[in-house]
């Protein structure tokens, strides 16, 4: 019982000072990932582990790093990627004419960025994509656009002589592919959504929320794109009753808003 006290308390406390929602995401993951960080960091209870991310900054870090879900790369998933670019160049383009398009969770950037190459590679100049995140420090390396070679694994050895110059360990975007993104701290869980987007691609970020947090994020990406836009999901996260949030199936990752 004041173990389970202790979550409780933590999670407010994490709400309050840190303005993250944990209570929304499936407590058993999750209490399993802030034991493991927190015994990480040498301590044993969560107010002992609370005082220590609030004074350490280098502690705060690896705490949202952790919690948030920080793994990525260019074109994860590459083959449901181009299922997403084909939708993009055979429907969006000739459906709408200056695309909207939102990147959310959208962490250091590879996702919004393949986007981008996507729209340059395909020619499509009137395009304008938001990248949104919760942690500000993962998207400042968003902004910077410097890579590792591990993160650029499914990039084509055309794009990264076209797109990127490599210095020292790091490859580097182009300009040409950064100006069309728009970084934007966001919470999925407690922040308003925009409105009029073409596109959301919202991926491996619902499958840590509970199943009402879940149902709200679906329904609010719904209100957030225009009719007939496309919402663009992960993995592990196709959705059972799509027709209930106001989208019909297209594949099992992409959606339709009718």
């Not at 991310?53 to 590459?78: A, G, H, M």
């Not at 993009?88 to 200056?98: G, H, Q, S, W």
Request: hydrophobic share 40%; charged share 30%.
């Amino acid at each position: 019982m004041e173990m389970e006290l202790d979550y409780d308390f933590f999670k407010e406390w994490v709400k309050k000072k840190l303005k993250i929602d944990l209570h929304a995401y499936k407590e058993k993951q999750l209490h399993r990932r802030i034991a493991t960080v927190m015994n990480s960091a040498g301590v044993s209870d969560l107010r002992s582990y609370a005082a220590l991310i609030e004074k350490d900054q280098q502690v705060r870090q690896v705490f949202l790093d952790y919690i948030t879900i920080n793994v990525t790369e260019f074109y994860r998933n590459k083959e449901i990627f181009e299922e997403f670019e084909t939708a993009l160049r055979e429907i969006l383009v000739p459906r709408f004419k200056n695309l909207k398009i939102w990147s959310a969770a959208c962490s250091i950037g590879a996702e919004p960025y393949s986007v981008s190459m996507i729209m340059e590679r395909n020619q499509i100049r009137n395009s304008s994509i938001l990248a949104t995140d919760i942690d500000d420090t993962i998207l400042r390396k968003a902004k910077e656009a410097k890579y590792r070679e591990t993160e650029l694994k499914n990039v084509a050895p055309s794009e990264l002589t076209d797109f990127f110059e490599k210095k020292g360990n790091e490859f580097v975007l182009s300009d040409t592919i950064k100006k069309r993104v728009q970084f934007k701290k966001h919470d999925l869980l407690l922040d308003p959504y925009e409105k009029n987007f073409h596109a959301v691609i919202c991926r491996n970020v619902t499958i840590y929320f509970k199943n009402e947090a879940k149902n709200e994020v679906y329904k609010k990406i719904n209100e957030s794109l225009e009719k007939g836009g496309i919402f663009f999901t992960g993995a592990t996260e196709a959705i059972y009753n799509p027709s209930s949030f106001g989208f019909r199936k297209l594949s099992t990752f992409l959606y339709e808003k009718v």
